[in-house]
């Protein structure tokens, strides 16, 4: 095939001289993109032209900030590196909150955005922003290519640096010269980083002395954070807790890296965990933190932090180490290969004492709620969701209680199940987050368990989810209140529910305007019957619930205390 | 307590940007920042001058080291070291006071670089306290202007 001006002929022979849109769409193919997010926009129209016929699905959303939280859900559930476009100026500036939501959870992303034609740059040309000055705090790296020649290499790099390492979002800036300039492209091109290097293999003296640790102790706590899972090492974490024996607290992030059936699990810690993982952690001897990074949310007051431990912390990025708490055995590597080599050389010691005492705390103070109510309790939602799914299903959340209540109430046996913004904490991530999650897993259920005013951020996206087909469901615990907002305004401002409520238009009816199926819930009993509906749909379901206004998340470790100061363990108590 | 740190950084646009904006966003204090070029056109050297404790210094090296295009990262501190600053000064000087304020600057090795009727423009080299302590001695005759760079250094028997 040879290219003729005025077709669409740009991929032709090996050699041939190529745009740089279309050598943008070959690497992207060579990187094995199948799938991508993006929006359109004058800047970026050559790349959409070459996208054209491009053996790519791709995913138009309602707002970039959507598009961006797609390709990070599609990466969190699928392992994958997500892609997202964006033009340049408001296109790229739409992409900031959900690279920041990217960035703090530490999710493979790389996002192309288009710029103003190379010459144009720094003279306030129309649409033009400054993107890689405004992105430079929340991605990885980023970079502008403006040489077409460098286009492959640098998108090749792209991908290297947003997958390895400590995973983040990469950004690559073109201006439309360079996509429309031509070159022969050269295959053999290959990424040029000398300042990125990756340790994966830890130090074996520090295995060793982890090791050595981990079998003197009579009390330890296996810590795990998001990057066991980053990592795909949630089977190496088994066999090593099981063959060490140990007990497992995973942070919001890691929820499913372990099975949280096993009865090793002790769940989520810090301001909303369960009170066993905190008092374990506050009373342990040794404290092994694997890919977790000692989160402000986990902590607590950090002078008062686990006071008796030791701490291990294994991190493939030695900036996390020793950054929050101060770290006395550090290794630095994967944690793929880092597990097995501890569980090879770790005893297993029954700690019968120490697992009695923790079984002890689990009996007194599950996660409870009070259900002998008329009005309908969010928690009450999720356990139904959780039975009716067999705890099998993808979930996705928005910010505040409800992410909470869906971290206590759903048990997740498997990683890549729970996608959550729990760095950034970023309102509207749910319903974005569940259509990405539902492109990358067509056959899963990818359930949205959301709030009412973070669901207010991105609803437009159910529109993208009706136009894709994407059978997701979207289960809004519907307070009326930014609900968080209001629990704190009621514990630490003396009930003045401050701007905190909003009223809110008929979600069912709004579900129903943009294509899905809409159904509302202000009765008790009409819970397992409405979610039963919701999970036969083939379409796009939204249920509204109509719950409980005035719930609060229990326990609490407030701002600044430290984690065995929690509050609300009598009121779990006397609900038993 | 003061630490040189010495980063040896890729030669392309932005990089200054992301240590910069690094040492921002980290609340890191920045004493001083050097950047030039090498031996080698490829890479440029940075040499950044912290206060702090042994933990933010610490913190402040690490986070160097994970900047994508920053190819190594030294901490100085505990070394011997050669460390210098230059400067150029302009001092008030009357047509009388001209020899002594020529002498002080011999006594410090410095050169006269620019004379006019009521200044002299010196350049001093050195390290840091030298510096301070000849702007001390020239208060007293009128200190006009000073440009200074931060300071630069060197392990002593480098191997870098
Ligand atoms: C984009 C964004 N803006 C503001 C906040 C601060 N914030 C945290 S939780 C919350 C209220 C969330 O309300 P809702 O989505 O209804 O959830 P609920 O707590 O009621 O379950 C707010 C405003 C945030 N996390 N994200
Ligand atoms: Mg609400």
Redesign the pocket.
């Known amino acids: 095939m040879t290219s003729k001006k005025g077709t669409s002929a740009g991929s032709s022979g090996k050699s041939s001289i190529k745009s740089g849109a279309q050598i943008i769409v070959d690497t992207l193919i060579e990187q094995g993109v199948d799938t991508m997010f993006g929006y359109l926009g004058g800047v970026v129209l050559p790349l959409f032209d070459r996208l054209y016929d491009a053996p790519i699905n791709f995913v138009i959303p309602r707002h970039e900030q959507g598009g961006c939280h797609m390709a990070d859900a599609y990466a969190r559930a699928s392992g994958k590196v997500g892609v997202v476009v964006a033009t340049s100026g408001p296109g790229a500036c739409n992409l900031v909150t959900g690279l920041a939501t990217a960035m703090m959870d530490s999710v493979p992303m790389v996002a192309l955005t288009g710029q103003v034609r190379t010459e144009l740059i720094g003279n306030d040309a129309f649409q033009e922003a400054d993107t890689t000055g405004i992105t430079r705090p929340v991605t990885k790296y980023n970079c502008i290519v403006k040489d077409v020649k460098d286009l492959a290499r640098t998108i090749r790099e792209a991908f290297h640096i947003a997958s390895t390492g400590r995973p983040g979002p990469v950004l690559v800036d073109m201006p439309v010269d360079v996509q429309v300039a031509r070159c022969v492209p050269d295959k053999s091109d290959k990424i040029k980083l000398p300042g990125y290097k990756i340790r994966t293999k830890g130090h074996s003296r520090q295995i060793s002395k982890a090791a050595a640790a981990i079998n003197k102790s009579k009390r330890p706590v296996l810590y795990v954070g998001g990057g066991v899972i980053s990592a795909n090492a949630a089977d190496e974490l088994r066999t090593f807790a099981k063959k060490a024996n140990l007990p497992v607290t995973m942070t919001l992030l890691a929820l499913g890296a372990y099975d949280q059936h096993e009865k090793e699990s002790l769940d989520m810690p810090g301001m909303h965990g369960s009170a066993y993982a905190n008092y374990a952690i506050q009373e342990c001897d040794l404290l092994i933190a694997v890919g977790a990074r000692f989160d402000d949310r986990v902590t607590g007051k950090v002078k008062s932090f686990a006071p008796n431990a030791k701490i291990i912390h294994v991190d493939i990025d030695p900036s996390s180490i020793s950054k929050n708490v101060q770290v006395d055995i550090p290794v630095v590597g994967d944690a793929k290969e880092i597990l097995p080599a501890l569980s090879e050389k770790v005893k297993h010691i029954a700690r019968k004492e120490w697992f009695n005492k923790i079984s002890n705390w689990k009996k007194k103070f599950p996660f409870r709620y009070d259900n002998n109510t008329s009005s309908i309790k969010p928690q009450y939602v999720i356990e139904e969701i959780y039975h009716q799914t067999d705890g099998d299903a993808i979930v996705t959340t928005?910010?505040?209680?409800?992410q909470m209540w869906a971290a206590q109430f759903y048990r997740f046996s498997k990683p890549r199940r729970l996608l959550t913004s729990g760095g950034l904490?970023?309102?509207?991530y749910g319903l974005p987050a569940a259509i990405g999650a539902q492109v990358a897993k067509p056959d899963a259920t990818v359930i949205d368990i959301?709030?009412?005013?973070?669901?207010n951020?991105t609803m437009t996206e159910l529109r993208t989810a009706v136009e894709n087909k994407l059978p997701i469901k979207v289960c809004i615990?519907n307070?009326s209140?930014?609900?968080?907002?209001r629990q704190w305004q009621e514990l630490f401002y003396n009930k003045r529910y401050s701007k905190s409520y909003l009223s809110n238009p008929d979600y069912a009816e709004v579900a129903r305007a943009l294509g899905a199926v809409g159904i509302t819930v202000d009765k008790k009993k009409d819970v397992p019957k409405a979610i039963e509906q919701m999970l036969s749909e083939k379409n796009p379901c939204v249920v509204d619930f109509r719950v409980e206004k005035e719930e609060n998340v229990w326990p609490m470790v407030a701002a600044g205390k430290s984690l065995d100061e929690m509050s609300g363990l009598d009121i779990l108590e006397s609900m038993a | 307590m003061k630490h040189i740190i010495s980063a040896l950084v890729e030669n392309k646009p932005g990089v200054l940007a992301q240590v910069a904006g690094m040492f921002a966003a980290r609340a890191f204090n920045i004493d001083s920042l050097v950047v030039g070029r090498t031996e080698d056109i490829k890479l440029s050297r940075m040499t950044i001058v912290v206060i702090g404790d042994d933990k933010v210094v610490e913190q402040v090296r690490k986070q160097l080291a994970k900047v994508v295009p920053v190819v190594k990262v030294q901490d100085f501190v505990g070394q011997p070291v050669v460390a210098r600053d230059l400067m150029l000064i302009t001092i008030s000087t009357p047509p009388a006071k001209r020899p002594e304020i020529q002498s002080l600057i011999e006594m410090f090795r410095g050169k006269v670089v620019d004379i006019g009727q009521k200044f002299i423009t010196a350049e001093i080299s050195g390290p840091e306290e030298k510096i301070e302590a000849f702007i001390n001695v020239c208060k007293p005759y009128g200190v006009k202007n000073v440009a200074r760079t931060g300071t630069i250094a060197m392990p002593r028997q480098a191997k870098s």
């Open positions: 928005g910010v505040g209680q409800n904490g970023t309102m509207g959301d709030g009412d005013h973070s669901f951020m615990l307070n209140y930014m609900g968080m907002v």
